[in-house]
């Protein structure tokens, strides 16, 4: 007997600029503003998408939502279909990698490139735990502790120094976020395993990696370059898993670069 699938999702999604479609999706806890600062440096040339994925942002997810890796992918094809996309250029953070590789593997099709920022391949122990202690923290210690714990796991210590203003901000995130979905989505992240499948990724592929990264390691970076052929890779010193808040204009020129070069080589 096949599971009943949740009530479908019309998910929330910034829409801005024309040209070739790229789309852009945040990881964990986490919605579409996460590429605020991106956003209007690739709006120019392309047609940028930047939804909030079931239960983030303001995109509310029904009862039964499982947050599968499959349910999310039905959610962004559904909306590819409602932009009348055929295809589009896929670019995720953490997570939202995870769902962009996924996507680039279950549906080529509609796939014309992926690009991974501060993904993997697989979820090792070292992300589970890093997930697991802010469960922990946030259920023993209370949403500060959590917000103090984020920045430290998330960013690089001196650009933090320099923008304290998000520390501010994710104070105040933290205080009035419901978790739920975010740890139903983590207990399914917390499984994702695509090693016996990418190096059959079909669309082409750019690895963005930051070297201080203390969520996904840096070595994932190697890994996915090793593993998916043909596939690019850029390294962000002194960066921290946040990439696209921290060095946004690296992050825009880096995909911009390589969606144009998708492009001209599809019109060849």
Request: net charge negative.
């Amino acid at each position: 007997m096949s599971e009943a699938r949740p009530p479908e999702v019309r998910l929330y999604c910034r829409d801005e600029g024309t040209g070739p479609a790229v789309v852009l999706l945040h990881g964990l806890g986490a919605d579409h503003t996460v590429w605020n600062a991106v956003i209007p440096r690739l709006a120019g040339p392309f047609r940028v998408l930047a939804p909030d994925l079931r239960g983030h942002g303001r995109s509310k997810a029904p009862e039964g939502s499982s947050y599968r890796f499959e349910e999310l992918e039905a959610d962004l094809l559904a909306l590819l279909g409602e932009k009348q996309l055929p295809s589009a250029h896929l670019v995720g953070l953490s997570a939202g990698a995870m769902l962009a590789l996924r996507t680039g593997l279950d549906a080529p099709a509609h796939v014309r490139s992926v690009t991974l920022v501060g993904g993997a391949a697989y979820v090792d122990g070292h992300t589970r735990a890093v997930a697991e202690r802010w469960g922990e923290t946030y259920a023993h210690d209370g949403p500060d502790a959590l917000a103090i714990r984020l920045l430290k796991d998330l960013y690089y210590p001196d650009w933090i120094e320099a923008h304290m203003e998000v520390a501010d901000r994710l104070r105040e995130e933290v205080a009035e976020h419901d978790y739920g979905p975010t740890l139903r989505w983590a207990r399914e992240a917390a499984t994702f395993d695509e090693r016996p499948r990418v190096a059959a990724l079909g669309p082409p592929a750019l690895i963005i990696q930051a070297m201080d990264d203390e969520v996904v390691d840096a070595s994932h970076g190697r890994i996915l370059r090793q593993s998916i052929p043909g596939s690019r890779i850029r390294i962000f010193a002194q960066t921290g898993h946040m990439a696209p808040v921290e060095r946004p204009e690296e992050t825009a020129e880096a995909i911009a670069a390589f969606v144009r070069e998708v492009e001209t080589s599809a019109r060849a």
